[in-house]
């Protein structure tokens, strides 16, 4: 397990603990001086993490050093901050993995034509809650859409059969079908996970 220490070099430097401290403050000096500083070490532990390729790593390079800028608190001490900025890549390289991965899933669900890529959290729902919840949701969307989703999913119709049933092409179909669950992914998202 890789950890980052910055403080490796001399145990009295308060240098990225000063950062810290003017960072918090909106100073965009000591950003950028702290963006030079620790560019190489977050894509060395990115990497470290992940063990995917360098476009990827850069991404996750990106997104702590946004989080760096918004919310890195002001730390006593160099040993802090580098404990703060491990933490911090390491969930950011899990987030962007578990991100990929739901991504390639809804791809490989539309290139197959296999109907849309499981609701993430409603795959294994149980209960009543969350299928009134669903209910409601489902309520609330537009009579057309409604229509085109009981068409396709209510029986063994291919996205092709639920369009023509309603006079759509074939790629309108599969368009406003991805459109309308991405909407009810993210009302999900948001519900269950805000």
Same mark, same amino acid.
């Given at each position: ?5 910055? =403080? &490796? $070099? ?8 000063? %950062? ?12 950028? &001086?702290?963006?030079?500083? %620790? ?23 990106? =997104?702590?050093?946004? *989080? ?10 160099? &040993? ?41 959290? %409603? ?8 299928? =009134?919840? *669903? ?31 309603? $006079? ?19 009302? &999900?998202?948001?519900? %269950?996970? $805000?």
């Amino acid at each position: 397990m890789v950890t980052i220490r910055s =403080d &490796a $070099g001399d145990p009295e430097s308060h240098e990225h603990a000063a %950062w810290s401290r003017r960072i918090a403050v909106g100073d965009e000096a000591a950003f950028a &001086a702290f963006y030079a500083a %620790w560019f190489a070490p977050t894509l060395a532990l990115a990497r470290a993490a992940c063990r995917r390729d360098e476009g990827f790593c850069l991404d996750i390079v990106q =997104d702590v050093m946004l *989080l760096v800028a918004r919310k890195l608190p002001a730390l006593p001490t160099d &040993a802090a901050v580098g404990a703060w900025m491990t933490r911090t890549i390491r969930r950011t390289a899990i987030d962007r993995l578990r991100s990929e991965g739901r991504r390639q899933r809804r791809e490989r669900a539309v290139d197959q034509d296999a109907g849309p890529a499981p609701l993430e959290p %409603w795959h294994e729902m149980a209960g009543h809650e969350q299928r =009134d919840w *669903l209910q409601a949701c489902l309520a609330d969307l537009a009579p057309a859409d409604q229509m085109l989703l009981a068409a396709r999913f209510g029986g063994a119709s291919t996205v092709a059969d639920a369009g023509a049933q309603f $006079g759509l092409s074939a790629d309108a179909a599969h368009g406003r079908l991805r459109r309308v669950l991405e909407r009810l992914r993210r009302k &999900a998202a948001e519900w %269950w996970h $805000g």
